[in-house]
């Protein structure tokens, strides 16, 4: 065990130097592609992954992927106030939706538009931000057919005109559903080390390392999910009212393998055909009901092929 431990750990300490690296990079050549332009139209994310480098990009920014959503990205712009945002096509388009606001310069999220707080007769929403340049993330939950994305209005007058997702826009999961490499494995060995030795290093950082940027306000539980051990969520008081649960499970390259809404408690997950790790995203659906904190009362573990 001892001597496992001894070669595993430098190997996990070079892979995060060079997934670091990497995102450094990679970090410098959009700023350098996306300086003194603006981008005033939606692209959704299969569109996004048809760009140069644009999966490397992801997976070294936000690397846990979120499969539930349908995701549309705009930006970079300028503001010098305030944001408009069409609400109502959101609410008419999604059960659930979120819009982050990022600094254009880092990613840094500094402002998040949820459908958990603006209600349903709201028709635009205005958020106030310091002057600069922003970008932004939308992800629909529960999403209609062929959903809407809504109109934006930056502080002059300038539009991010509205427009309609195909129907088939996540059909590009297939395409990274339990996906490998060399690549990728080297970007992310360290990740599940991380997990791993979880009790041994600061929570901070292993959240700062692990979370993809989100919803500030999603509560989140994670681990590393070993070979042969299935998930075990359980509570004696059910799923919170106004909320849904939402569950990854990711190989050792960071790429979903398989994913699903938990509808009902207790819930058993399949023992894992290879080590991973495992994401529960928990969602409110209703204005005002959010919990920004994992509930005490819902209980994830681990159970062998034998407890199945």
């Not at 990205?73 to 106030?81: S, Y």
């Not at 399949?270 to 994401?279: I, K, M, N, T």
Request: glycine share 6%; charged share 20%; aromatic share 12%.
């Amino acid at each position: 065990m001892f001597f496992s431990y001894f070669l595993r750990i430098p190997a996990a300490s070079a892979s995060f130097l060079f997934f670091h690296t990497v995102k450094w990079l990679l970090h410098r050549l959009r700023r350098a592609r996306e300086r003194n332009r603006e981008t005033l139209a939606w692209s959704t994310l299969s569109e996004v992954l048809g760009r140069p480098l644009a999966l490397p990009y992801i997976m070294v920014t936000g690397p846990r992927w979120n499969p539930h959503a349908l995701i549309s990205r705009v930006g970079p712009f300028q503001v010098e106030h305030c944001l408009r945002m069409r609400t109502d096509t959101a609410h008419a388009a999604a059960q659930m939706w979120t819009l982050v606001i990022s600094r254009a310069s880092d990613t840094h999220a500094v402002a998040a538009i949820d459908s958990s707080r603006i209600t349903r007769d709201h028709e635009w929403h205005v958020q106030s931000l310091p002057s600069g340049r922003y970008a932004g993330v939308l992800r629909y939950y529960e999403s209609a057919t062929a959903p809407q994305l809504p109109a934006l209005e930056i502080d002059d007058g300038r539009q991010i005109p509205e427009r309609r997702v195909p129907p088939m826009e996540n059909d590009y999961l297939h395409t990274i559903r339990n996906k490998n490499g060399v690549f990728y494995t080297c970007l992310h060995y360290y990740v599940l080390e991380m997990l791993r030795l979880r009790r041994y290093l600061p929570e901070s950082f292993v959240r700062r390392e692990y979370l993809p940027v989100g919803n500030p306000e999603t509560a989140f539980s994670y681990g590393y999910l070993p070979r042969g051990q299935g998930l075990a969520i359980t509570s004696h008081l059910g799923i919170p009212e106004g909320h849904r649960v939402y569950l990854t499970i990711y190989n050792r390259s960071s790429f979903p393998v398989h994913w699903c809404e938990v509808q009902s408690l207790p819930y058993y997950a399949q023992p894992a055909e290879a080590s991973g790790s495992y994401l529960l995203r928990l969602h409110s659906t209703h204005p005002g009901s959010a919990l920004p904190l994992w509930p005490e009362h819902l209980h994830v573990g681990l159970r062998g092929p034998s407890e199945t």
